[in-house]
Structure formats: C-alpha cells, structure tokens
C-alpha cells in the first residue's frame, strides 16, 4: 500500500498540524480494523479481551502505511512531560516530516464489558487531559464491538457509555463498520485538552 502523502505548511498553526497527525492515525488504525473485523468478531465472542491485540495491530498497521513515522509503545508519561510520572500511554507516534506528536490511549469495549471498563475510560481520560509538553497532542481512542446490535441506536449501550466522561464530548472523529450480521465494530476518537 502507498503511504498517505501528507503537505506541511510551516505557517499553519499548530492545532492544524495535531490534526494532520490525528487524522491520518485514526484513518490508518480505522481501515485496519475494517480489515480485520472477522477477527475482531471472533474475539468479541469470547467475552475476552482484546485491547493488547488492537494495540499491536495499530503499531502493524501504522508502519505499513506510514513507514516514516516513529512508534513507541507504551511510552512513559514522563517522557511526554508528566513530571514524575510512573505511568504509561499505550502508543506515541511521531512524525518526523512535521515534528507532530501523537500521544495515545486505547480502549477495548465489546458486548461482555462491564463497569470497570467504565473507569478504566475516564482514567485514561485523566491521563491524557494533564499538562503535556507543548507539540503533543493527546489522542483517546475507544474501540466498540457488539455482535448483537448496531452500538449507535442501541439504548442500553448508549446508556451505558454515556457513563463515561469522554464519551459525552463530542467528536468528529468516528467511524462505524458492520460486524457480523447484525452488530457494528465502531472507533471513537477525542483530541483532549489540558484540564479538560
């Protein structure tokens, strides 16, 4: 596959070039996912989870399609400017092109989840709305799979994910796939903002 071209103007604001990095990482991890959605089925089946798996596909895929771009898994918060911290995001990538960042959280959803996957959303959401060092952008990605219902017009889980803090914000970045004969794989993402 080509690598998506991408133009740098020096002059465009910084908020801009975030989102160049942004969009062309949600377009890459999202096309993966549409390509592996019988994978993602069958793991959704379990009731298991598979958060590390779409972890490392994001990585496969990123360096496919992107073979420029510097990835990091599961870089220390500290070296993104959270002094002091222990923690870890799950994947940075850079772009040496534009000098961009992307700083990442991942979270897996499906038809089995429960409450704690609730939590574990809102934590990443702390961790990625805490003063970072200037020129990265904070990227929070959920990834949805029921195989019994399209997720967007399903009551219960709207109600369910509208328990989680970011998933009240809106976003432009969505996109939603057939999973099964009658389910969605749907992947969600939020650029956050320092105390936000």
């Known amino acids: 596959m080509d690598a998506v071209e991408h133009t740098h103007d020096p002059h465009a604001d910084l908020a801009a070039r975030d989102g160049d990095l942004v969009d062309a990482v949600f377009s890459v991890f999202g096309d993966r996912l549409a390509a592996r959605a019988s ?3 069958l793991f959704a089946e379990t009731g298991c ?6 972890l490392w596909e994001a990585v496969a895929a990123a360096r496919e399609r992107e073979p420029g771009w510097t990835l990091h898994p599961r870089p220390p918060y500290a070296e993104s400017g959270v002094t002091g911290s222990r923690e870890h995001a799950d994947l940075a990538i850079f ?5 961009d960042r992307v700083i990442i959280e991942l979270t897996v959803i499906h038809d ?3 409450n704690k996957w609730i939590d574990e959303l809102d934590g990443d959401t702390v961790k990625l709305s805490r003063p970072l060092t200037a020129g990265i952008t904070p990227l929070q990605l959920v990834v949805a799979a029921s195989l019994t219902s399209p997720i967007e017009v399903n009551p219960r889980w709207q109600q369910w994910l509208s328990m989680s803090t970011v998933w009240n914000r809106p976003t432009r970045l969505h ?3 057939p999973l099964g004969p009658v389910g969605q ?9 320092p105390g936000g």
């Open 49 to 54: 989870s598979f958060q590390n798996w779409c």
């Open 175 to 177: 996109r939603a796939m």
């Open 112 to 114: 089995w989840s429960r």
């Open 185 to 193: 794989l749907s992947l969600h993402g939020w650029v956050l903002t």
């Open 95 to 99: 772009d040496p092109r534009t000098g």
């Open 39 to 41: 994978d993602v089925a």
